[in-house]
């Protein structure tokens, strides 16, 4: 099948082949003739199938068949002067930044023959861009649940003239914590509507949201629920918790992994694990809630053009995450929810490439796997570890970054080792005496006895302070290269327990959300029908 028999208009047709593309893909075939029937849908996909252009391409065709001039007819009859502002016709509510951004993208690059416009608000960046938008007026709006309630709330967003609805990534909205906020968005939008329902697994209460949301739905799903990519190849490392960032520098010693997409439970374990890479001579950058819109589009910039090889990230910051060419997503934490095992390896093998999904299993995550396992219906292949270099077994030297993020951090009454990476407990961390110890502040207790004795070196005030001899600088110590050494038996256990799991990860709301408003026809992103 060819996108010129699934009745699309011109504009669209010479978009598309614009974009290099001639086929659709399985969902876009399929849900593109309903939505353009003005049936309400349920689609069922996981990310990288294509189901962005699926419901982009048919709103696009929609409106231009509805009213052909922007504004809407009765509008356009009007005298200029009593026009008011464009009325919002398309809302595609959507659960993180870059998912966001990545979907305006889409309605840009496929309606650039067409006179729309289309705007995406998020948090995380000035909102006074976004409101003089929103005053102007936009005919598909493009936005995260948190600052598009904020804007409701000041009245600068006015649903009378919505036509269509998408509310995409459902479960992540789940997860996220974003269904409260989805259902206060639904009871302020008109009753008569489209609405389009995208998620790639069915949860009881999406399932809940979507009986509520959809009306005599068609039914569209490429894949069953909570099931891999076909082409991702995946394995299994089981490895204790204090082995793991050494395992994971001798993988990456394999020039075979070329764009890596790893994945932690929390943004202080991605902080002190691209900290750990780059010391061993990895070039990674890091992307997760508590980064700022520029660090987190510089971090997905330099992933694209190949500038970084490693990307580190969050459940939440790598919804939207579009790359193509990830050879290989790492879970250096597993996840707790078998769906979200689902979503991050579907960072790879897409658009019909094939791909690797390496998860490092620690002896606390088992049940995790075992989950997992049961959700896909299928056992992951366990490969063993390699032996592992001694020399990567011994902490690295503590980095610029992290050794700045102590100070301030100390400076505020906070803990360093935590942040910092130096607890006793883990894995990483610079062991007895190191800097984590020495780095709290006067309220925090010694960990350890030889803490302890150096809180005691330190002259009370009534003592007069000894002279000290001026010692020469000490070049800072270079980590050899990463080596595998090839012998019988398992190399000697790393003094120190094993860092525990933080089971208690939360998904906030993101801050705030903002602006990035663009006529639909202006320009010519990257995009394509893949996502």
Request: aromatic share 4%; hydrophobic share 40%; charged share 25%.
């Amino acid at each position: 099948m060819s996108f010129t028999e699934l009745n699309l208009i011109d504009p669209l047709l010479r978009a598309v082949a614009e974009e290099g593309y001639s086929q659709p893909t399985p969902i876009q075939a399929r849900a593109i003739p309903h939505v353009l029937a003005g049936r309400d849908l349920l689609g069922l996909a996981q990310t990288g199938t294509g189901k962005t252009a699926a419901f982009a391409l048919p709103i696009l065709q929609r409106l231009a068949l509805a009213h052909p001039t922007s504004g809407g007819a009765n509008d356009q009859a009007k005298p200029a002067a009593q026009r008011g502002p464009r009325p919002i016709r398309v809302l595609v509510v959507t659960p993180t930044r870059e998912l966001a951004s990545q979907i305006g993208e889409s309605f840009t690059s496929y309606g650039r023959h067409l006179p729309f416009t289309s705007t995406v608000i998020f948090g995380g960046v000035n909102a006074r861009p976004q409101e003089e938008t929103l005053r102007r007026g936009v005919d598909v709006l493009i936005a995260t649940p948190g600052r598009l309630l904020d804007h409701m709330g000041q009245g600068l967003v006015r649903f009378d003239g919505l036509e269509i609805l998408v509310l995409d990534e459902a479960d992540r909205m789940l997860d996220m914590g974003f269904l409260p906020d989805v259902r206060r968005v639904l009871k302020a939008l008109p009753a008569k509507r489209q609405s389009l329902f995208f998620s790639a697994t069915m949860p009881t209460e999406v399932k809940a949201l979507a009986a509520t949301m959809l009306k005599n739905p068609a039914e569209v799903a490429v894949v069953p629920p909570a099931t891999t990519a076909e082409k991702v190849a995946q394995t299994v490392y089981h490895v204790q918790n204090a082995e793991k960032r050494a395992l994971l520098v001798t993988l990456l010693a394999d020039k075979g992994m070329e764009r890596v997409l790893v994945f932690t439970r929390t943004k202080h374990g991605a902080n002190r694990l691209v900290d750990h890479l780059k010391v061993w001579g990895t070039e990674a950058a890091v992307i997760h809630g508590n980064k700022s819109q520029n660090a987190r589009e510089k971090a997905l910039a330099g992933f694209k053009d190949g500038s970084v090889r490693v990307l580190v990230a969050t459940d939440i910051a790598a919804r939207g995450i579009d790359v193509d060419g990830v050879s290989h997503v790492v879970n250096f934490d597993l996840p707790n929810l078998p769906e979200s095992y689902v979503h991050r390896i579907g960072r790879t093998a897409r658009a019909g490439a094939s791909g690797i999904a390496i998860a490092l299993c620690a002896p606390d995550e088992r049940a995790f796997l075992t989950d997992i396992e049961r959700a896909i219906r299928m056992r992951i292949p366990v490969t063993p570890s390699p032996t592992i270099a001694p020399t990567l077994l011994v902490a690295p030297p503590q980095s610029r970054e992290t050794a700045r993020d102590g100070e301030r951090h100390s400076q505020k009454g906070l803990n360093p080792a935590r942040l910092g990476g130096q607890r006793r407990s883990d894995g990483g961390g610079q062991g007895r005496g190191g800097r984590g110890a020495r780095g709290n502040d006067a309220r925090s207790r010694p960990s350890s006895e030889p803490a302890r004795a150096a809180q005691s070196t330190r002259a009370p005030a009534d003592r007069q302070a000894q002279p000290r001899q001026p010692q020469a600088p000490q070049a800072p110590r270079v980590p050899q290269a990463p080596q595998v050494i090839v012998r019988e038996g398992r190399p000697p256990a790393r003094d120190g327990a094993a860092q525990p799991r933080d089971a208690s990860a939360s998904y906030a709301r993101m801050p705030g959300e903002t602006l990035s408003g663009h006529a639909v026809g202006a320009g010519r992103p990257s995009s394509s029908p893949r996502r």
